[in-house]
């Protein structure tokens, strides 16, 4: 079974940067994760709903950036590794949230309701 592993969430200052990382595992080694799942991130504060952050699909060479990230965040991918990083930059106090990335099947992606499998959540938090 398809397991994705967040990691690299943390507390950070105003203006800081995280990079988090997304692992895909559970298939063989010849098997290209990414070129059948779009990847997206995700993020939900307290009391609020879950909203779509980015998402990436090398299938489609396409990229998604939420209003509120663009020009801050950049997603990317590392195929051989089957994993995916945001790239969290100038990070605002309304950043603070769970951050979860999900896999979606190309070349779905679009609604949240299409994403199959989901990671565990890391917690970032932007705050002097």
């Known amino acids: 079974q398809v397991q994705l592993v967040e990691s690299g969430g943390g507390l950070v200052q105003p203006g800081g940067s995280l990079r988090l990382s997304c692992a895909a595992s559970?298939?063989?080694?010849?098997?290209?994760?990414?070129?059948?799942?779009?990847i997206g991130w995700f993020r939900q504060a307290p009391g609020k709903e879950r909203e779509g952050v980015s998402s990436i699909s090398s299938s489609e060479g396409s990229t998604y950036y939420a209003d509120s990230v663009k020009g801050r965040f950049t997603i990317s991918r590392d195929d051989a590794k089957n994993t995916v990083y945001l790239q969290m930059n100038s990070l605002k106090s309304e950043d603070t949230a769970v951050y979860y990335c999900?896999?979606?099947?190309?070349?779905?992606?679009?609604?949240?309701?299409?994403?199959?499998?989901w990671g565990q959540g890391t917690q970032v938090t932007v705050s002097s």
């Open positions: 999900a896999a979606a099947p190309v070349p779905l992606g679009r609604l949240i309701t299409e994403y199959d499998y």
């Open positions: 559970g298939f063989t080694l010849d098997y290209h994760f990414l070129d059948y799942y779009v």
